[in-house]
């Protein structure tokens, strides 16, 4: 499944499935952190030209990990505002030690 999504509740188990190897979500959770990093920094400095470097930097380990790991199509092409939610959420739950039992519950390893 891919398209059609209802809502984020039916859109979060594909995005979960469409980061299945440990290498693809290691790839966003440097790329979300080194793009939030910069953002505040951004932010913080009054150097907003960084808010590019930020972007760039959350969103190419990301599309490496699709392109040369999962070899999937990353699912912001298609559903970008959800996608973003649900980067954050997955960063939130790496960070808080809560991914792997999350992943388990929808069935992705």
């Known amino acids: 499944m891919?398209?059609?999504?209802?809502?984020?509740?039916?859109f979060w188990p594909y995005y979960l499935g469409e980061h299945a190897k440990p290498t693809t979500r290691a790839l966003h959770f440097a790329g979300t952190g080194a793009g939030l990093l910069l953002t505040a920094t951004a932010l913080i400095s009054g150097q907003y030209s960084l808010l590019l470097v930020a972007l760039l930097c959350g969103?190419?380990?990301?599309?490496?990990?699709h392109f040369f790991v999962e070899k999937n199509r990353p699912a912001t092409f298609r559903h970008p505002l959800w996608s973003?939610?649900?980067?954050?959420?997955?960063?939130?739950?790496?960070?808080?030690?809560r991914l792997s039992t999350e992943l388990d519950r929808h069935g992705i390893r």
């Open 84 to 97: 973003l939610v649900a980067d954050f959420r997955m960063f939130f739950f790496f960070i808080t030690g």
């Open 2 to 10: 891919s398209a059609g999504f209802k809502n984020f509740a039916e």
């Open 59 to 65: 969103y190419g380990p990301a599309w490496v990990g």
